[in-house]
């Protein structure tokens, strides 16, 4: 039992690597450092290098400081759930490449701001879930485009910005449930985005609505259009699951959608009128127009035809009765009075 104990030591020593913080245990075989459980209420210093996997997991990190990960360029996954961070700094993780699974799980975040999450190229699963976010930025930041998991269920947001999803081409998975969704003017074009991301085989646990009250508990997919009459459309185009390519709909300007925290059922009013259908496609518009000129244009030839027809007709029979008719007429008044005059002789 000594020796197996000795040999133990012996190979923990070895995968204790150079540098890792006291309270840490780190694995130089797998890149690995176990700070889960610690108590730390920032990101521990002296961590080392060449660490891949950071676990971060059940302290009370409130902070992360701009400079925080400047020692570990090679992380590939942070795990940093269950720890109280109200907020995280614009750019406290743009030192983080290789950066590939950040979870953000079960804190106490309110707000994320723009670019946030700059230059992550690499980034790919985005856990934001079990927080108290209220309001999500317009964009991630810069090269945040390769992520393709992106969860923000267990929240308070009641809309999410439309070019936010757009931004980030590579999503297969979007989790939403468990938010406070308000199934007015300001969702239409979530609804909008998320019909065509189903219909590209995205993969989503639904939104369902909490209010207005007629819509409370019901999934936004299927709130009928009629219900968004009153809303300013995004998209020139009645389909909607057509291309998925960036600017396959014009976006509207975010003066027309309705006041934050305008609720109820009184949402439509909150919208501005419907503006007036243009033509799905310019060029079948003239083209419907230059058919129907070509069409009127032969059945107003074909009536003059007719007319010059039936004029020139009429004038050849007058022509007609009047030199074959006429003429015997007057040959035969004399043949008949021929016989008197020569009786009378």
């Not at 400047?70 to 993780?93: H, Q, Y």
């Not at 994320?112 to 992550?120: A, G, M, P, Q, V």
């Not at 991301?197 to 009629?226: H, M, N, Q, T, W």
């Not at 244009?297 to 020139?312: S, W």
Request: a positive charge; one cysteine or more.
């Amino acid at each position: 039992a000594g020796n197996w104990l000795l040999v133990w030591s012996v190979i923990s020593l070895a995968h204790t690597a150079r540098g890792c913080p006291d309270k840490c245990l780190c694995n130089t075989a797998s890149k690995t450092a176990d700070c889960k459980n610690r108590g730390f209420t920032e990101i521990p210093a002296r961590l080392p290098p060449e660490i891949q996997i950071l676990l971060l997991q059940n302290n009370r990190i409130w902070r992360i400081n701009q400079n925080a990960f400047t020692a570990t360029p090679l992380l590939k996954i942070l795990d940093l759930s269950n720890n109280s961070l109200s907020s995280v700094a614009p750019g406290a993780f743009q030192k983080l490449r290789y950066l590939q699974v950040l979870n953000l799980t079960r804190n106490m975040i309110h707000f994320i701001e723009n670019k946030t999450f700059s230059f992550l190229p690499h980034l790919k699963e985005l856990d934001l879930s079990s927080n108290s976010i209220i309001r999500l930025p317009e964009t991630f930041g810069n090269s945040t485009g390769n992520i393709t998991l992106l969860s923000v269920k267990h929240n308070k947001l009641q809309k999410m910005e439309r070019v936010l999803l757009e931004s980030l081409p590579n999503l297969k998975v979007v989790l939403f449930k468990d938010n406070p969704w308000q199934c007015n003017c300001n969702i239409f074009g979530l609804k909008l985005w998320l019909e065509s991301f189903l219909y590209r085989g995205g993969i989503s646990d639904g939104i369902i609505c909490s209010a207005p009250g007629i819509r409370k508990g019901k999934d936004l997919l299927k709130v009928p259009y009629e219900l968004f009459g009153a809303c300013p459309l995004r998209t020139a185009h009645g389909h909607l699951a057509s291309s998925h390519h960036h600017g396959w709909e014009p976006r509207s300007s975010p003066k027309h959608q309705a006041p934050h925290g305008e609720l109820g059922d009184s949402s439509r009013a909150s919208c501005e009128p419907k503006p007036k259908a243009r033509p799905v496609s310019l060029r079948h518009a003239i083209a419907t127009v230059v058919i129907t000129g070509v069409v009127c244009g032969i059945v107003c030839l074909m009536m003059l035809a007719a007319a010059v027809y039936g004029c020139a007709y009429a004038a050849i029979t007058a022509k007609y009765h009047k030199e074959h008719l006429a003429p015997g007429r007057q040959h035969g008044i004399p043949e008949e009075k021929e016989p008197f005059d020569t009786s009378l002789a």
